[in-house]
């Protein structure tokens, strides 16, 4: 990149490089300007004072190689700075990466932690890793996991490896695999096929079944019977926002501890067994590695509030 420094008190022009081809431009803008608020970048956008190869273009663009970003003037006070990471957060995350290599990272993400700020979240997990590893200039989301659900989340090391690991997953050939608590789930196996379609409600998204949305398929596994629910393994077929939450609530076997698609009997069994959590975990991830080749087949383990429930719910059989 040229003039890549941004600056308080004049225009600075960014020509893209390799690294950042594909990349969107309010991402490229959030890694660029660190510290400024998403508000305020979105602002910019949208007033035409950020301009690419001369011209306005709208925060969804991607950015190609040798394009010429034009960022306006920008200043960033002390209370703009980056969040700082608690110790806490830095010892849960070093612990919770189960896989790291030259181009990747895979966490156990914690429930609770969004995987990125925005939403009256200022600190997610990438913001929190970069901050973590200031070495690390590359560092991107693979993929998203709901805030409240725990388990397997990859972070590429390199844009480059990003791209490759991203088509891989839209080929199909990356396996998700999760682990649900729910109840009235019937039977052995099943597959639940309908189309999905996001809504905004308010302030609130929202995903509904629906003839206008996108195919979604999820296929649905008994583990176990506990006492008044299921011990259930769900593998994605496709990845769309909330897909297990809606499929498990369509299919008549709502998730418990889900306050956007579940139902007050979960809530009330988990209030009774003293838990809150929504009981969905990423538990297994199995891709070929995009540069070796090798099968790479990773799992995790269930955080303490999820074995506490599992637990609970056995001893009450």
């Known amino acids: 990149m040229s003039d890549d420094t941004p600056a308080a008190n004049r225009v600075s022009f960014v020509t893209i490089d390799d690294g950042r081809h594909g990349q969107r431009l309010d991402n490229f803008l959030f890694t660029h300007l660190k510290g400024v608020p998403k508000s305020r970048i979105y602002r910019i956008i949208r007033s035409g004072e950020v301009r690419v190869n001369k011209g306005r273009a709208k925060q969804t663009t991607r950015l190609a190689t040798g394009d010429v970003v034009r960022i306006p003037p920008i200043r960033t006070s002390e209370s703009d700075a980056p969040p700082k990471v608690s110790d806490g957060l830095t010892e849960r995350l070093s612990r919770a990466c189960v896989h790291e290599d030259p181009h990747l990272f895979i966490f156990n993400k914690p ?30 989301l693979v993929h998203r996991l709901d805030r409240d659900t725990s388990g397997l989340i990859m972070v590429a090391r390199r844009r480059s490896f990003l791209r490759k690991l991203q088509r891989l997953m839209q080929a199909g050939k990356a396996e998700k695999r999760y682990w649900l608590i729910c109840q009235g789930y019937k039977g052995r196996e099943r597959t639940i096929e309908a189309p999905l379609l996001k809504m905004q409600n308010g302030n609130e998204r929202i995903v509904r079944v629906s003839r206008e949305g996108k195919p979604s398929v999820t296929h649905f596994r008994m583990i176990e019977r506990l006492k008044d629910a299921q011990l259930v393994e769900a593998t994605l077929e496709t990845g769309r926002t909330h897909q297990i939450r809606v499929h498990s609530q369509f299919g008549g076997f709502p998730l418990l501890g889900d306050d956007k698609y579940g139902i007050d009997k979960g809530a009330q069994l988990l209030d009774a067994l003293g838990h809150k959590r929504l009981c969905l975990h990423a538990r ?4 070929p590695h995009p540069d070796t080749g090798k099968t790479l087949s990773i799992t995790a383990p269930l955080d303490e509030d999820f074995e506490a429930i599992l637990a609970a719910l056995r001893g009450n059989q």
């Open 111 to 140: 429930a609770g932690l969004a995987v990125h700020g925005g939403s009256g979240v200022s600190l997610g997990l990438i913001e929190a890793l970069r901050v973590i590893y200031p070495e690390e200039k590359e560092l991107e």
């Open 284 to 287: 297994t991830l199995v891709f």
